[in-house]
Each structure stands twice: as C-alpha cells, then as structure tokens.
C-alpha cells in the first residue's frame, strides 16, 4: 500500500493550504472620494449607491451652483455624481420598498443659511435606476407633494412584510444631545390608518437615549425593537407590543449611545430567528451632558437572544468584543458571518455636546481594526480580528458602511463637526475605502442565469462555474440578501436568508427554492451570493416577489 512520508504530507498540505489561500487576505484599498459627507449610505442598483448628507456640510461637490447633499457613488468607477435634493436629509433614514423604489425619510428642519427646505416631514423616492451610471436617473423630493405625518429628525426606517416601510420615532427639534422633544409614534410609507401616526407606549418609555431606534422585521411579520437599554416586540396587525428583557448590565445602545443591532442570518425549515447587539455603553442616561466624556469607555458588550417562547425565557446571552465600540456596523457577510467594523472605544455619538470633547467629537479612540463575529461558533469564542487589517481612516460620528454586489464592503463618511472641518483630530472624511475579503483575489464562484424576478415558495435553476480548486466535499451556501440603509450605525432592513439549494451531481448547476412567504423576506430587492468553501460569487440582483407597489398581499406559504 502507497504510503506517504510525514514530509511529503507536510509538502502537500503546504502547496494546498497556500493555493486556497493564494491572494491578498483581508485587505483595506482605498479608492476615490465622495465629494460630499456620506453620512447615509444604501446600494440602489449593482452598481450604484446613493450617498446623503447635511445640507450645509459644504463639501467640494456642486450642483446647480451650490454644494451637493445627495450623490451617486459609481461602484464601478469609484467616483461621484451630484443628486439634486430639495429637502434637507440631515440624520435622515430610509429603505427600499417592494416595488424597487428607494425612499428616504425624515431630516433637519431647514437651518439658517442654507438653501435647503425642511426636511422632517421629507419622503424623496428614487425609483429603480437601470442605467449603469446613474444617467438620467433623478430623486423626486417636494414635500408639499409627499410627506410625512410628523415631523421626525432621527428617526427609523425598515422594510416590512407588506414591502411598505414603516417608520419609527424621532424627534421633532434640534437638541443638544438627549431626545427631549420626542416623536413617539409609528407611521408608514404608503401610509395607512388613513395617515394617522400611532402612539408608542414603548418609545414613550425609553426615553431620553432612544433615537434611531433599532428595529428589524422577523420571520412572522412581527417587529422587534430596541430603544436605550430597553426590547419589544410589535405586532402592526394587532397593533400591540410584548415587553422583552431588558438589555443585560445597564447596557444602551440607541443614539446617542449608539450600538448596533442586527437579524442573524435565517435558516430554513424554520427561520428561527436570533438577534445579535453590540457596543453602546452602560453610562446611565441621568447624566447631563455636560458630565460626560470623549474618554469614558464604549461597551464590549455583545447580547444575543433567539426570539421564540423558550428563548425569550433563556434571556439574553453575553459575550464580549475584543474592544469597546461606540457606533459600532454589525454588517451581515454572504457567508453568515457578521463584521463588527468603525466606531470608536471611547465616547458617544454626536459632536460639541459632552463635557470633554476631541476636538468636536464626542467621541476618541477610533476602533481601526474590524473583527468577524461567527454565529455557528460556541459562546465566547465567536468574536475574532485574526487575519483582518487595520485602517488609519477613522470612521466615527457620520459614518456608513454597506456590503456591495461585488460581495467587498464598502465604507465612507464620517464627521464628528458641524461642516468641513480639516483641522481636528476627526476631520470631515470624503475618502471612500472597501475593505476587500480574501475572496476578492481569489478565483470565485459564479452564478449566471439567475432570473430577474423570484416569486416566493418556488424553485429555479442556475448556471454555476466552481473553481477547481474547491475540494467537492466543501460545503455550497446560497444567500438572499438585502444589504440595508447604513445610517448612525445601524443597517436597517438588512437581512440574510439561507435559501435551499442543491447542486447537480456534474456541478454546473444549482437548483435553488426561493423564501417560503413574504415575511422570510419581506418582498422588494435582494441579491444571490454562492459561498463554497472560503470563496463567494458576485450577487446576482433580483426582485423578490411580484415587484409590485406597496401595500401587496401575502404571498407565498405559510411556515
Ligand atoms: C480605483 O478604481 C478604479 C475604477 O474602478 C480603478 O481603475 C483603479 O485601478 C482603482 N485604484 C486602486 C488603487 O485600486
Ligand atoms: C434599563 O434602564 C432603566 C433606566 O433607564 C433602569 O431602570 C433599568 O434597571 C435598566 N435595565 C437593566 C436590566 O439594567
Ligand atoms: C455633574 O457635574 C456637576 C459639576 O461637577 C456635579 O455637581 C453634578 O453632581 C454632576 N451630576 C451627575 C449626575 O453626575
Ligand atoms: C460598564 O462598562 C465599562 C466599560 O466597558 C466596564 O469597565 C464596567 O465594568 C461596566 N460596568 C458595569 C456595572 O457593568
Ligand atoms: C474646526 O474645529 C475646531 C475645534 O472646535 C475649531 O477650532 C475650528 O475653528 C474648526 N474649523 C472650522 C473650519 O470650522
Ligand atoms: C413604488 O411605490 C411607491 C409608493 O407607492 C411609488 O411612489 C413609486 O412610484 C413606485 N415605483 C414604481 C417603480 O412603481
């Protein structure tokens, strides 16, 4: 029988490890400039995104004779078109609708000296764009035309089951730093109960840190919030909450003790869902601005909790990042992984409000290294930065980031200061960087014949090309996912939903089952990546859904 040395073995496993591995690991590339501050960020097309900003800022980039706040960012060319925006989108949210439709919601009121009117009430629609470039695709915002019910400044926006969005809280004036002008109610876009905004006992009672409230759609339609230190679930069709535990250890994680939230990636058959929070702080919200500082130390606090009766029972699970994180992004990754990037280990959100300030910003210490959080891992050792690199860019208050079709991460913004400010530690940044995953240089799956529209609860087959290199036995995952609205540290209706797949036995294709029901996924765009092994495919684009307007009906099956 052929036997092999341990040496030859050792030399085998070397040439192995270091073909699959070949190429340049995680890797920071930094590449063009925004031209304006990318305070909020969302993918609209596979190949643009859209950037907003305040509209006194005052970056470089002009239109129409005055500096631009909105833009298209080209992911192809790394470069920026000006968008006309009527209203101002300062600390405004926003989301994608089922039809396609990118719509931004609420904003500043309009300020002195700027040319932009109030934008609090603002809904600006920018419908699907199929041109690569962005040419002759415009953003239609005139609120005497479309608004809101309330005025609302910091407020939330997500997806839901009927592929409306429903928007969340905020407030309705300028303020210091805590919420004492508070908008506490829900209304939605296309609105219902005849425009009428509902009362939220919930918001009411997390008060005064619970702007941009963190909420997600889970599987059965239902809403899950946290505000401050404090969690609900809301159901809009009976319009009723259910109190759940608190956060764990005095922890608070919405502006301006911003933490991050997000869904973790959804598995059939039953979609059980978990929810993963990170950062914030524990610092009581008593204390008068005044008392706080730049320095006082971020939360390393992760808590995780399945949402089901035996869940909720268990309570919240804690394990700790390898650093504290004010306004930390926890972005959902193709291969159900979650990166934990930006944000600083000291401080909080917003700028020139604390006692002890780093120049503007209320926070210091930029967190310049990302880690990765794997959800399959056991508890306390799911949290690991090994392999992954360290930026000199600090993105802190005003920052975004957002997964992109290319399947690499793309990050920009961040300006703790009211305008263009060069000269501080934190300086207004238009640098965009994409933090690149080893599977950016490395040859890559790819997917081809992916249908433009997906209904629900329904099979369909593609083209696949498997690198050679990838073992037959490595596992193959397809993910449908919606990469969110990146806006003060939160990816709102970002989700991640593991679709049945199965491979054919000469592996040129795959057939794949679509989310049982419109509550999996709540209909409207998404992308199809294929992981196998380490290396993931590009996202194929598609429609889930009829891809009709807002309000549509149940689709699909029941689970
Ligand atoms: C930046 O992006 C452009 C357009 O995609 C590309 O041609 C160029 O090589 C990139 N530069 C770097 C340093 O990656
Ligand atoms: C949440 O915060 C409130 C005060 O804002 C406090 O009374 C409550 O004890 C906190 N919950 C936990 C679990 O620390
Ligand atoms: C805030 O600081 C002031 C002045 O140092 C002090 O008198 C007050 O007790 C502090 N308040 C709190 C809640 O820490
Ligand atoms: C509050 O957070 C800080 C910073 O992470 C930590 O040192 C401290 O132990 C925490 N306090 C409590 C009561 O959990
Ligand atoms: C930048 O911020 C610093 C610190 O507040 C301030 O002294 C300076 O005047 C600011 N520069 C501009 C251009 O606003
Ligand atoms: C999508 O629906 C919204 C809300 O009804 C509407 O404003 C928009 O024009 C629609 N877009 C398309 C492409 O149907």
């Known amino acids: 029988m052929f036997q092999m040395d341990r040496f030859t073995l050792a030399l085998l496993a070397t040439i192995l490890s270091s073909t699959l591995v070949a190429g340049a690991g995680w890797e920071f590339v930094q590449n063009g400039t925004s031209g304006i501050l990318a305070l909020e960020a969302i993918i609209v097309s596979p190949t643009l995104a859209i950037f907003f900003d305040f509209s006194l800022t005052g970056g470089p980039l002009q239109i129409n004779g005055h500096s631009a706040w909105g833009a298209l960012w080209n992911l192809e060319t790394n470069e920026a078109t000006a968008l006309e925006v009527v209203s101002d989108t300062f600390c405004a949210s926003g989301g994608l609708l089922s039809n396609g439709t990118m719509v931004s919601v609420g904003g500043q009121a309009a300020v002195g000296g700027t040319i932009a009117v109030d934008g609090r009430m603002g809904v600006r629609i920018f419908e699907p764009c199929s041109s690569p470039d962005g040419t002759g695709c415009t953003l239609f915002d005139n609120p005497d035309l479309v608004h809101l019910a309330e005025t609302r400044w910091y407020t939330s926006s997500l997806r839901i089951f009927d592929g409306s969005l429903m928007i969340v809280g905020g407030i309705h004036e300028g303020a210091q730093f805590y919420n004492i002008d508070p908008v506490n109610s829900f209304e939605f876009f296309p609105s219902k109960d005849g425009g009428v905004p509902r009362p939220s006992a919930f918001l009411e009672r997390s008060l005064v840190a619970n702007l941009f409230p963190r909420v997600l759609a889970l599987p059965d339609g239902k809403i899950f919030m946290v505000a401050n230190n404090q969690t609900i679930i809301y159901d809009i069709e009976t319009n009723t909450e259910t109190i759940l535990p608190d956060l764990p250890n005095g922890v608070r994680v919405t502006n301006p003790f911003d933490g991050s939230i997000t869904l ?166 238009f640098r965009v960087q994409y933090l690149n995953p080893p599977y950016m240089s490395l040859q890559r799956p790819t997917l081809s014949g992916v249908p433009i529209k997906i209904a629900f609860d329904s099979k369909f087959t593609v083209q696949v090309t498997i690198p050679n290199l990838a073992p037959g036995s490595l596992p193959v995952k397809v993910a449908l996912m919606d990469f969110g609205f990146s806006t003060h540290a939160f990816l709102s209706s970002s989700r991640l939903v593991w679709l049945e797949a199965t491979l054919s036995p000469d592996r040129k294709t795959l057939e794949i089952t679509s989310p049982p029901n419109n509550r999996v996924y709540p209909p409207g765009p998404g992308y199809i990546f294929l992981t196998v092994g380490d290396t993931t495919s590009v996202g194929a684009h598609v429609m889930v859904g009829s891809g009709a307007s807002p309000p549509v009906p149940d689709q699909g099956r029941k689970i």
């Open 264 to 429: 973790l990636p959804l598995s059939p058959p039953l979609y059980t869902p978990e929810v993963l929070v990170c950062g914030g702080t524990n610092m009581s919200d008593q204390i008068p601005p005044a008392n706080l500082s730049a320095e006082d130390p971020a939360s390393d606090q992760c808590s995780r909790i399945t949402v089901t009766p035996a869940g909720i029972q268990k309570g919240w699970e804690v394990e700790h990042m390898l650093e504290g994180r004010m306004m930390p992004e926890l972005l959902l990754l193709p291969n159900g992984q979650v990166l934990i990037i930006n944000g600083a280990e000291t401080g909080y959100s917003g700028f020139s409000s604390v006692g002890i300030v780093q120049g503007n910003s209320n926070a210091d210490n930029a967190a310049l290294t990302p880690s990765l959080y794997d959800p399959s891992a056991p508890l306390g050792h799911r949290i690991s930065n090994q392999g992954l690199p360290t930026t000199d860019i600090a993105r802190m208050y005003h920052s975004t980031a957002s997964l992109t079709p290319s399947g690499n991460i793309l990050l920009a913004g961040s300006n703790p200061n009211v305008m263009v400010n060069e000269t501080v530690k934190f300086p207004t940044e």
